[in-house]
């Protein structure tokens, strides 16, 4: 009897953990709930030391020190920013340390947004290495799109 009691322990213990599909996914969520709460130390322990996250302008392109030095006065004042996953897809390398995802984020002044990026197993943890967040531009008003980016005087635009 105690032999089939620790192996139902042993099973039970075995579904209740996560996968990492499911591992990254929670990272991903609590990274957008923590930048929707303005918390800015549950935010930036997400990141990786050497993280990069990637603005929509061309001229967005963040070591995460330079990143948390823009972010900290907006989260210091209780502003965040929110955006709603609702379509994701990940993908990992054949070792499984390292994991890529796309996702379709809802955002109340951008509309649809993309983020993609990369995850990096560290300590037992997964961290973003690194996060873009895009607007996707239908394929029908791209070209109307580049003809305004070119008529502006946006020197972050490289």
Same mark, same amino acid.
């Given at each position: 009897?105690? $032999?089939?009691?620790?192996?139902?322990?042993?099973?039970?213990?075995?579904?209740?953990?996560?996968?990492?599909?499911?591992?990254?996914?929670?990272?991903?969520?609590?990274?957008?709930?923590?930048?929707?709460?303005?918390?800015?130390?549950?935010?930036?322990?997400?990141?990786?030391?050497?993280?990069?996250?990637?603005?929509?302008?061309?001229?967005?392109?963040?070591?995460?020190?330079?990143?948390?030095?823009?972010?900290?006065?907006?989260?210091?004042?209780?502003?965040?920013?929110?955006?709603?996953?609702?379509?994701?897809?990940?993908?990992?390398?054949?070792?499984?340390?390292?994991?890529?995802?796309?996702?379709?984020?809802?955002?109340?002044?951008?509309?649809?947004?993309?983020?993609?990026?990369?995850?990096?197993?560290?300590?037992?943890?997964?961290?973003?290495?690194?996060?873009?967040?895009?607007?996707?531009?239908?394929?029908?008003?791209?070209?109307?799109?580049?003809?305004?980016? $070119?008529?502006?005087?946006?020197?972050?635009?490289?």
């Amino acid at each position: 009897m105690k $032999r089939l009691s620790c192996c139902l322990l042993f099973m039970l213990s075995l579904s209740v953990s996560a996968s990492p599909q499911e591992e990254v996914s929670n990272v991903l969520d609590k990274f957008h709930q923590a930048a929707s709460d303005a918390s800015f130390t549950t935010y930036f322990s997400l990141f990786s030391a050497n993280a990069v996250f990637i603005g929509t302008d061309a001229g967005e392109t963040w070591p995460v020190d330079d990143f948390k030095a823009y972010a900290k006065p907006y989260f210091d004042k209780g502003q965040g920013w929110t955006y709603h996953p609702r379509d994701r897809h990940i993908y990992f390398s054949a070792n499984g340390d390292t994991a890529w995802f796309d996702e379709l984020l809802d955002n109340a002044s951008y509309g649809v947004t993309r983020g993609t990026g990369v995850l990096v197993l560290e300590n037992d943890e997964w961290k973003i290495a690194q996060y873009h967040l895009t607007i996707p531009v239908p394929n029908g008003l791209a070209k109307e799109v580049v003809k305004m980016i $070119r008529q502006t005087d946006n020197t972050s635009q490289k």
